[in-house]
C-alpha cells in the first residue's frame, strides 16, 4: 500500500483506489504500486472481484507525458505489463470510471472486463494530438468493443465521446447518475454471483467480422478520416493500426502498434506537437497575474461593428453561452450584420451541426441595437470598427462616458497603438486589446494585447473569458502589427519580391502546401479578399506592385473570380492565369527587375527566415513573452502546420547558427533589411544555443 495506491474492501469485493493528482496520470510511481496491489488481490482467496477507482477529479486521463523520452516511461511495470495483469485476472475486474478515461487511463480501463461510469464521464484516446498512436492496445482494443469504424473514427481524431455514447457502442457496460464506486461494487458483485465465463477484451472478435468481410469498405472508411492529416503521420499510423487489428493475430497486431508508437514518439512531428502541447500550457501564464489576482465577473459583452470580425466575435461569445449586445452605426449595417450571423448558423443546421431550436435560442441572445447607452449594462465590451485611429479614439470616449465603472474596454485593432486608444479613457488600466483572428468564429487564437497600464485582473479575466469561449490565449505587447500580423509582415515583402524576380503565385504556394499548410499564401490572399490588405495599404501610405495592381484591375479574389488565380464560377479551385504572369512580368519589367528561376529553397529560405528573424526581435523586446507563445500564436492564428511546431520550434530544428548564415547570405543579395539578422538570434547561434534552451533559462 501506498499513497497513491490504497486498497479497501467490501465484502468479497476489493476497491483499487488510484491518488496521484492532478490527474492520475499513469506515472511509474502509480505503476508500481498498483502492479504490486494487484499481484496480491489476485492471490487474495478471499477476493472475489476488483473495482478500480480513482480520487480527485478524474479517472486516470493518461500517461505522464513529462516521462516520455525517459526511463521511467518504459520502466517495469509498464502499461502493457499492468494490462496483461488485468486481462489474466481471472476475477471480476472492473474500472470504476468519472472525469475523463483518456489515452493510457482508457487503455487501462480496457484491460478490465468491465467499465462503469458516470454520467458525465468522458472517454477517449487523444494521443493522436500529441503525433502519436495509443501505444498500450489502444488500437486493437477499442475494435473489438465499439466496432472498427467507430474505433477508427475516435483514434485518428483523437475526439473523446460521452458515457451514453460508451454505453450505446459497448465501451461501458453500465453508466449510473451518482454513487459511481459503491454502484461498481454492486456491479461487480452481481458478476460474481452471474459466474459466467469471463472473457478479456483481447478475446472478443464479434464486432470485427463486418469489417474483416469487406476490408475494401473498410479502406474506403480509412481514406475518408484521414483525408485532412496532410502529411502527418500520426493519424495515417493509426489508420493502419486499426486495420492490423482486423487482418492480424491480436499479438502480432500488438507488436505492429507497438512499432508505430516508437516509430511516432522519436519522429520530429511528435515531438513537435508535444511541444505545442507543453506551449499551450506555458502561454496561458503571465508574468505579474499571478494565480491569487481576481478575475472579474463576465455576464454580458457588447460588441460594437456588425462587420466581419465584430459578427464573428460576437458569435464566438453566444456559442460559448455569453449573450451579446451588438452596435451599429444605423439600422440598416446592424441588420446587414445580424443576417450573416443568421445565415452562418444556417450553414451548421443545414450541415447537421446545430439544430433549428438549437439555431433559434442562439439567435435569441443577440440584441442588436444603435443606441451606446444600451451597452450601459455589459461587463466587457470590445470593438471591432474601421481601423482608424480618429474612429476608435472616438469610440472609446464614449464607451468611457457609458460603460460601468470595472466593466472592460477592448479593441480588436490589427495594428493600431493600444495605449493610444486606452489614453482617449479616463481608465486606460481597464482598457486592452483583444485581437481575433478571421474568421472570428472559428479561429482559436487571441491575442490579448496588454496596454503599458492594463491591470492584472483585466489580463486574468480576458484570459479566462477567452478559455471559457474556447480560445488560445497568448498576452502580448504592444507593437505595430502585435506579434502575428507583424512577422506576417515581415513575409510579406518577400513574397512581393520573389514574384517580380521570377516565381509564380504556384509555385510558391506549392512550396508552403509542401511543408503542410491548408493552402499557400496567395491562395489564401484570394479567399480572404486582396482589398483587404490593399486598403490598409492606402491608409498607411505603403505600396505592393503585383497586389496593387491586381486590386486596380478588379481582381480581389475568389468574390471576383479572379485575383492571383482564375476561378471557375462556383468553383473555388485555384487556377493559374496566364494574364497574372503577364501583369508581373510587366511590373518587373517597370522596375528593371530580370526575371530568372527561382528554386524552391530559395522561396523557402526568403519566407520563413524573415519571419523567425522578426520572431527573435519580438522575444527580443519582449513582446512576446516566450518562443513558445510565437509558436502558438501561428498555430492557432494562421494554421501552421502542427508537424512542424511553430516558426521558433522550427528555427531551433534548422539550427541557429545556419539561419544566421543563410540570413546574411540574403542580405547580402537582396539588401533587404528583413534579413539583417537580429542581435538576439546572432548571439544564440553564436553560443551554439537554441530558443528552447532561451526559455529554459539556459541561453
Ligand atoms: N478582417 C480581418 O481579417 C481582421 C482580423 C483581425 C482584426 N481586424 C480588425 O477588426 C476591426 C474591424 O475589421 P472588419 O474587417 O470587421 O471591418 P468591417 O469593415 O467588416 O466592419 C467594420 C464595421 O464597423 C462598423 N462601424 C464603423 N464605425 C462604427 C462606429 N463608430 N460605431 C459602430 N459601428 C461602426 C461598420 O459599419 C462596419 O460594419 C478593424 O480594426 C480590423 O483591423 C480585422
Known amino acids: 500500500m501506498s499513497d497513491i495506491v490504497t486498497v479497501t474492501r467490501d465484502g468479497g469485493v476489493a476497491v483499487v483506489t488510484l491518488d496521484n493528482p492532478p490527474v492520475n496520470a499513469l506515472s511509474l510511481r502509480l505503476r508500481q504500486p498498483l502492479d504490486a496491489a494487484l499481484a496480491e488481490l489476485k492471490d487474495d482467496e478471499t477476493v472475489e472481484a476488483v473495482v478500480i477507482a480513482c480520487a480527485g477529479r478524474t479517472f486516470i486521463s ?9 526511463p521511467e516511461a518504459t520502466a517495469s511495470p509498464n502499461l502493457r505489463e499492468l494490462i496483461v495483469r488485468l486481462e489474466s485476472f481471472g476475477k471480476p475486474t472492473v474500472a470504476a470510471i468519472h472525469g475523463t478515461a483518456f489515452g493510457g487511463g482508457l487503455e487501462l480501463a480496457m484491460g478490465c472486463h468491465f467499465r ?31 466496432g472498427p469504424s467507430k474505433a477508427l473514427g475516435m483514434i485518428v481524431t483523437g475526439n473523446p465521446i460521452g458515457a451514453k455514447d460508451a454505453l450505446e457502442s459497448g465501451l461501458a457496460d453500465a453508466v449510473f447518475d451518482e454513487d459511481l464506486v459503491a454502484n461498481a461494487i454492486a456491479f461487480a458483485r452481481e458478476k460474481v454471483k452471474a459466474g459466467a465465463p469471463l472473457v478479456a477484451v483481447r478475446d472478443r472478435d464479434d464486432r470485427l467480422a463486418d469489417a ?32 492490423n487489428a482486423l487482418t492480424m493475430p491480436f499479438d502480432q497486431a500488438l507488436t505492429t502498434e507497438r512499432e508505430y508508437f516508437v516509430e511516432l514518439v522519436s519522429g520530429d512531428q511528435s515531438k513537435a506537437q508535444r511541444h505545442l502541447f507543453f506551449a499551450q500550457r506555458e502561454a496561458a501564464r503571465v508574468e505579474g497575474v499571478d494565480a491569487d489576482v481576481r478575475p472579474r465577473q463576465i455576464s454580458r459583452v457588447g460588441v460594437i461593428g456588425a462587420g466581419t470580425m465584430g459578427g464573428g466575435i460576437a458569435m464566438s461569445f453566444v456559442n460559448g453561452g455569453i449573450p451579446v449586445t451588438i452596435l451599429e452605426m444605423n439600422d440598416e449595417a446592424l441588420q446587414r450584420g445580424l443576417g450573416v450571423i443568421g445565415r452562418n448558423y444556417d450553414i451548421s443546421v443545414s450541415r447537421g451541426s446545430l439544430t433549428e431550436d438549437a439555431k433559434a435560442r442562439r439567435m435569441a441572445m443577440f440584441t442588436g441595437t444603435t443606441d451606446y447607452g444600451d451597452l450601459a449594462g455589459c461587463d466587457l465590451v470590445i470593438e471591432a470598427v474601421f481601423e482608424e485611429m480618429a474612429v476608435k479614439k472616438e469610440v472609446f470616449g464614449k464607451l468611457d462616458h457609458i460603460c460601468r465603472p470595472g466593466a472592460i474596454l477592448a479593441t480588436n485593432t490589427s495594428y493600431l497603438d493600444v495605449n493610444e486608444i486606452a489614453a482617449a479613457t479616463s481608465r486606460p488600466e481597464d482598457v486592452l486589446g483583444m485581437h481575433f483572428f478571421s474568421p472570428a468564429n472559428v479561429m482559436k487564437l487571441l491575442e ?40 506576417l509582415a515581415a513575409r510579406s515583402t518577400e ?27 496567395f491562395a489564401m490572399g484570394d479567399l480572404a479578399g486582396l482589398d483587404i490588405g490593399w486598403r490598409t495599404r492606402k491608409s498607411l501610405g505603403k505600396t505592393a506592385a503585383v497586389a496593387d495592381a491586381l486590386c486596380e484591375a478588379g481582381r480581389f479574389g475568389q468574390k471576383t ?17 496566364p494574364e497574372v504572369e503577364k501583369l508581373i512580368e510587366e511590373k518587373a519589367r517597370e522596375r528593371g527587375i530580370n526575371r ?25 523586446e519582449k513582446i512576446a513573452a516566450r518562443p513558445s507563445d510565437i509558436d502558438i500564436v501561428w498555430v492557432n492564428g494562421y494554421g501552421y502546420p502542427i508537424g512542424k511546431g511553430g516558426p521558433m520550434h522550427h528555427a531551433d530544428a534548422i539550427g541557429l547558427a ?21 542581435p538576439l538570434l546572432k548571439r544564440l547561434a553564436a553560443e551554439g544555443k537554441s530558443f528552447a534552451a532561451l526559455q529554459a533559462g539556459k541561453a
Not at 130 to 136: D, E, K, M, R, S
Request: glycine letters at 12%; one cysteine or more; proline letters at 6%.
Open 62 to 70: 493518461g500517461a505522464d507525458i513529462t516521462e516520455f523520452g525517459k
Open 116 to 146: 462503469v461510469a458516470v454520467a458525465t464521464a468522458k472517454f477517449g484516446l487523444p494521443e493522436v494530438k500529441l503525433g502519436l498512436l495509443p501505444g498500450a492496445g489502444g488500437t486493437v482494443r477499442l475494435p473489438r468493443l465499439v
Open 212 to 243: 474483416r468481410a469487406d476490408l475494401a469498405g473498410f479502406d474506403a472508411e480509412i481514406a475518408e478520416v484521414t483525408k485532412k492529416a496532410r502529411g502527418l503521420d500520426a493519424p495515417k499510423r493509426c489508420a493502419e493500426a486499426v486495420r
Open 448 to 487: 490579448i494585447v496588454r496596454g503599458d497600464k492594463t491591470r492584472p485582473d483585466v489580463l486574468a479575466t480576458v484570459i479566462g473569458l477567452a478559455k471559457r469561449i474556447g480560445k488560445v490565449p497568448v498576452v502580448v505587447g504592444v507593437c505595430h502589427g502585435f506579434v502575428g500580423n507583424r512577422m
Open 495 to 521: 513574397l512581393e519580391s520573389l514574384l517580380l524576380e521570377g516565381a509564380t503565385p504556384a509555385q510558391i504556394d506549392k512550396v508552403f502546401t509542401d511543408f503542410g499548410w491548408p493552402m499557400g499564401p
Open 561 to 577: 473570380g479572379k485575383g492571383y488565380y482564375l476561378y471557375e464560377k462556383g468553383s473555388r479551385t485555384p487556377t493559374p492565369d
Open 596 to 620: 530568372r528561376d527561382i528554386s524552391d529553397q530559395e522561396i523557402t529560405e526568403r519566407t520563413y527566415y524573415p519571419m523567425i528573424n522578426e520572431g527573435a526581435k519580438i522575444v527580443d
Open 658 to 678: 545556419h539561419l544566421v548564415e543563410r540570413l546574411e547570405h540574403w542580405h547580402g543579395k537582396t539588401g533587404h533589411d528583413v534579413f539583417k539578422p537580429s
